[in-house]
C-alpha cells in the first residue's frame, strides 16, 4: 500500500515505526543487502538478499502492527522463521560462532535507526526517543527469534552427526578361527575408512586372521573414492598376510560399479556374507557339514 | 504431477558432511520423481563423484537440484554443481578413465558421464567449473547438448 505520510504521524511510536518499515521497506533491505549477514548468505545475486530482506521488514512490520515489538513468539515472525534459521545456519557453517552470528544481527539495527531518525526530522526529541526505542527493540525480538531458531538447529544438526558417529564405529566380529569380518554400515568418507582399514588391519593382527570378510551391505553408495578406499584396504590386508573378501554388493551397486568403470577384478567378491563365509572355510580346509532334514548330512 | 518440494534445492558444498547430504537430497529426489532403485543408485553415485570434484578440485561450491519435464511429458532431475575453483584445463583428458590430477582413481568425471543421460560441462581455466546432468525416468529424449 503506498503510503506517504508526513513525518508528524500521530497514532503511538510503535505504529511509528510500523509506518516507517512500511515507507522504507526497499531502503531498508537495500541497506541489509549490503550487510556481511545478507551479503554473505545470498551469494548468487544482490537482488536476492534484497528479496529476503523485504521479507524481514514486512515481518517487523507486521509485528508491530500487532503491537507485539517484545514478543518472539508473535505471528508476524512465523513466515521468516525458516529463512533466519537457513541464514543463521550458513554463517555457522561458514565457521562463525554464535556470538558472531549475534553480533551480525546485531548490526542490522544502525542502517535502519538511521534512517528513522533522517526520517523523523522535526519531530520532538522525546517521539524521537520513543520511536528509536521502538525500533531497537523490535531489532531485539527480531535477533532472539532467530538465535532460537538457530540454536534448534545446530541441536538437529548435533542429533544427525551423533547418529553418523555411531555409524564410524567398526565392530570387527570373529567369525571362525581366523576368519574376521567387518559390516560397513553408512557412510564411508575419507575419515572413516582410514579408520575401518586400521580396525580391520588391527584385528588381522591380533587375530592371526587369515581371511577377512568386508560386508559392503550397509553401504548405500559406492563410488570411486569407497572403491578405492575397498581396494587400499584389500592390498594393505594382503601385505599383512590375510585375504580379503568384499562382500554384500547389491545388484543396484553392481550395476553402478560397472557403469562408473571402476575395476575391482583384483577384489575377490561373493554375493552374501554368508557365500563369503563359505568360501573362506573352504579355503582354510574346514569340513563343513549342511545337516538336512533327514539328518543325513552332505557337503 | 510431482511439486517442487523436496526436489528443488541448493545444497553447500563445503565438506565431507555437505556431501552426506547431497546425496540424501539426491536419492530423496530421484525417489520423489519416481526413478527405480538403479537409476536413483546411479544418480547418487553422480552426484557423489561430481560434488566432490566441487569439493575437492573446485575449492567447494554448490549443487543445484531442480526437477526438469520434457513437452513429452516426462520426468527428469537436473544437478547442476558449480565452483569458482581453477577451471579445468583439458577438458577431454580430465574426462579420461584413469586420469587424475592427484590421487584419486580418475573415474569420477567420466564414471559421472556414463550414469547420466545428460551430462554437460562448463569450465574454463580460472573461472570456475559448472557441470550439469539430467536423467530422465523413462526414456532419454536424444540426442541433447553434448558435452
Ligand atoms: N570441479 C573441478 N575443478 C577443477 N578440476 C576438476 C574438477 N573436476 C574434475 N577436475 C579435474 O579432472 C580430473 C579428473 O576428475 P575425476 O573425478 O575423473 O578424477 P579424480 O577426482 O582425480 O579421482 P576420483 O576417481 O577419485 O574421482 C581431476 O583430477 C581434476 O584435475
Ligand atoms: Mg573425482
Redesign the interface.
Known amino acids: 500500500m503506498p503510503e506517504h505520510e508526513a513525518a508528524g504521524s500521530p497514532g503511538t511510536p510503535t505504529h511509528a515505526v510500523r509506518d516507517f518499515l512500511r515507507r522504507r521497506r526497499e531502503q531498508i533491505a537495500q541497506r541489509w543487502a549490503d550487510e556481511p549477514l545478507f551479503r554473505t548468505v545470498f551469494t548468487v545475486s544482490r537482488d536476492e538478499a534484497v528479496e529476503a530482506g523485504k521479507v524481514v521488514v514486512d515481518a517487523l512490520a507486521q509485528v508491530a502492527d500487532a503491537q507485539r515489538v517484545e514478543d518472539p513468539d508473535a505471528a508476524g515472525f512465523t513466515g521468516v522463521r525458516e529463512q533466519l534459521a537457513r541464514m543463521g545456519a ?1 554463517r555457522s ?2 565457521g562463525l560462532s554464535t556470538t558472531q552470528v549475534s553480533s551480525e544481527l546485531a548490526a542490522l539495527l544502525p542502517p535502519v535507526d538511521n534512517l528513522l531518525v533522517a526520517d523523523l526530522e522535526g519531530e520532538t526529541p522525546e517521539r524521537l526517543r520513543e520511536c528509536t526505542t521502538t525500533l531497537s527493540v523490535l531489532l531485539g525480538t527480531l535477533r532472539l527469534v532467530a538465535m532460537q531458531t538457530a540454536l534448534s538447529e545446530v541441536q538437529a544438526l548435533i542429533d544427525r ?1 551423533r547418529l ?1 558417529l555411531l555409524e564410524v564405529a567398526t565392530p570387527v566380529i570373529k567369525l571362525w578361527d581366523g576368519i574376521v569380518a567387518v559390516p560397513l554400515i553408512g ?1 564411508l ?3 572413516r575408512s582410514q579408520g575401518v582399514m586400521e580396525t580391520l588391519l588391527n584385528a588381522v593382527v591380533d587375530q592371526h586372521a587369515r581371511f577377512a570378510i568386508l560386508d559392503i551391505t550397509g553401504v ?6 569407497v ?2 578406499h575397498l581396494m587400499k584396504t584389500v592390498a594393505a590386508a594382503r601385505l599383512m598376510g590375510a585375504e580379503c573378501v568384499v562382500s554384500g554388493i547389491r ?3 553392481a ?2 560399479i560397472v ?4 575395476d575391482l577384478g583384483t577384489v575377490k567378491t561373493r554375493a552374501s556374507l554368508a557365500d563369503a563365509l563359505g568360501y573362506c572355510l573352504h579355503e582354510l580346509g574346514a569340513n563343513i557339514v549342511n545337516v538336512t532334514p533327514d539328518g543325513a548330512g552332505h557337503r | 504431477m510431482h511439486t517442487a518440494a523436496g526436489v528443488e534445492a541448493r545444497l ?1 558444498i ?4 555437505d ?2 547430504w547431497v ?1 540424501q537430497h539426491v ?1 530423496q529426489a530421484a525417489a520423489l520423481l519416481g526413478f527405480g ?2 537409476d ?3 544418480l ?2 553422480a552426484a ?2 561430481l560434488a ?1 570434484n566441487t569439493l575437492v578440485h573446485g575449492g567447494g561450491g554448490r549443487m543445484e537440484a531442480a526437477h526438469v519435464t520434457t513437452t513429452g511429458g516426462i520426468d527428469g532431475l537436473r544437478l547442476t554443481f558449480s565452483d569458482s575453483g581453477p577451471g579445468i584445463v583439458d577438458l577431454d583428458r580430465a574426462l579420461s ?1 584413469g586420469y587424475t590430477s592427484g590421487g ?2 580418475g ?2 568425471l ?3 558421464r ?2 547420466v543421460h545428460d551430462f554437460a560441462v562448463d569450465s574454463a581455466p580460472g573461472s570456475g567449473t559448472t557441470v550439469r546432468v539430467t536423467s530422465w525416468v523413462s526414456r532419454p529424449p536424444r540426442p541433447r547438448e553434448g558435452v
Do not use: F, N, Y
Open positions: 550458513a557453517r561458514a552427526q553418523q557412510t568418507d575419507s575419515a548405500p553408495t559406492v563410488d570411486s573414492l572403491a578405492q545388484p543396484a551397486i550395476q553402478t557403469h562408473l568403470g571402476l | 553447500p563445503r565438506s565431507d558432511m556431501l552426506v546425496r536419492r532403485l538403479v536413483q543408485t546411479k547418487v553415485t557423489s563423484e566432490r578413465d584419486g582413481l573415474m569420477g567420466g564414471g559421472a556414463r550414469l
